[in-house]
């Protein structure tokens, strides 16, 4: 009767030894390259949603600076014709005076008709434009970059300040749109022309001097943020 171990005494336990390291080591390098595969895909993914954020807030940036300017310029205009305005909202003034004003501020103020008061001085009626143009900032890359769900793999910093910067524009566009729909119910509302001339020179300046500030601190946001993600990614 033959022992248990004469059995296994013609193994050859040096090729079944290098058999099994080469097997454990072909699994370990198959994860090792799954695992490499899978941190390749979400760094590329990562980086194409990044890119996409970063080319949004460069777009919203510059239809903000657009839109400060356009703000810039109307507190501008209405410091230049409040001294010339009337309670009926007429503008007393020389030709030469309406032609500065014109050629400063064309989308502000548009002469219409012209009455004589004596050889220099006129009274002007026209199209005053109030209108605020609410700036229309995307966030269309920012909410990809959320349903591709790489934004774990973004430093804490980076996520922190784009967390931010997104709700601070949605904050913007919130002030923008009740300030402005505030003033456009009080102008409908209105029928003396004197009250008019109170709205527009004091509710709707205050109005978009508030968002003008608004906005300068969200361009400034969006430097920052667009700094830091560049020197990333």
């Known amino acids: 009767m033959k ?11 040096i090729n079944h030894f290098f058999a099994f390291v080469g097997t454990c080591a072909g ?16 760094r590329i993914r990562l980086e194409k949603a990044m890119t996409q954020v970063c080319q949004e807030i460069e777009q919203n940036k510059g239809i903000l600076e657009n839109h400060s300017e356009f703000i810039r310029l109307q507190v501008m205009a209405m410091d230049k014709i409040k001294p010339l305005l009337q309670e009926d909202t007429s503008i007393i ?5 309406i032609q500065q004003i014109t050629d400063s501020f064309p989308e502000f ?6 009455t004589p008061i004596n050889d220099t001085l006129f009274n002007w009626r026209g199209d005053m434009n109030v209108n605020f143009n609410l700036p229309g900032l995307s966030e269309i890359a920012w909410e990809n ?22 709700r601070f524009q949605e904050y913007l566009k919130s002030e923008a749109h ?12 209105t029928m003396e022309e004197k009250d008019m ?15 003008g500030a608004l906005e300068k601190s969200t361009l400034i946001f969006y430097e920052n943020v667009l700094k830091k993600l560049k020197e990333e990614y």
């Open 3 to 13: 022992k248990f171990s004469d059995y296994f005494s013609g193994v050859n336990w």
């Open 27 to 42: 699994v370990l390098m198959a994860f090792f390259l799954a695992d490499y595969q899978e941190n390749r895909n979400n």
């Open 93 to 97: 003034a020389t030709e030469q005076q």
């Open 109 to 114: 103020f548009t002469p219409e008709i012209k």
């Open 145 to 166: 970059a959320q349903a591709l769900d790489v934004l774990h793999l973004v430093d804490f910093e980076s996520s922190y300040q784009l967390f931010s910067l997104y």
């Open 178 to 189: 009740t300030n402005m729909e505030t003033i456009r119910n009080l102008m409908r509302d």
């Open 197 to 211: 001339f109170k709205i527009i020179f004091t509710d709707y300046r205050k109005s978009i001097e508030l968002l």
